[in-house]
């Protein structure tokens, strides 16, 4: 991966990072889902919702996303525990 910076500063974000920041999103994606199944949140038509969180999940496995600054950002956050402002 080429050096990610945000607001001048070098992430140095390294390949297992990327990897476990990819399964954060999947993950996050099918916790929505599995909210929105059980009821505990309302959306419009379950079965779109669900098939579109989906696409996220797969999406954000192959790496669709890597390259903005909010995938950028977690990813720093999760390696570090800080977290970089997006605007300075």
Known sequence: MKKAYIN???LGITGCTI?????WYADNA?????EAVRGEVKVNNLETYVEWRKSHI??????????TVSFLQMAYYLQTGECVP???
């Open 58 to 67: 797969i999406g954000s496995l192959i790496g669709l996303a890597d390259h």
């Open 19 to 23: 990897l476990a920041t990819r399964n």
């Open 30 to 34: 099918q916790a929505c889902i599995d």
């Open 8 to 10: 001048g500063k070098e």
């Open 86 to 88: 997006l605007l300075n």
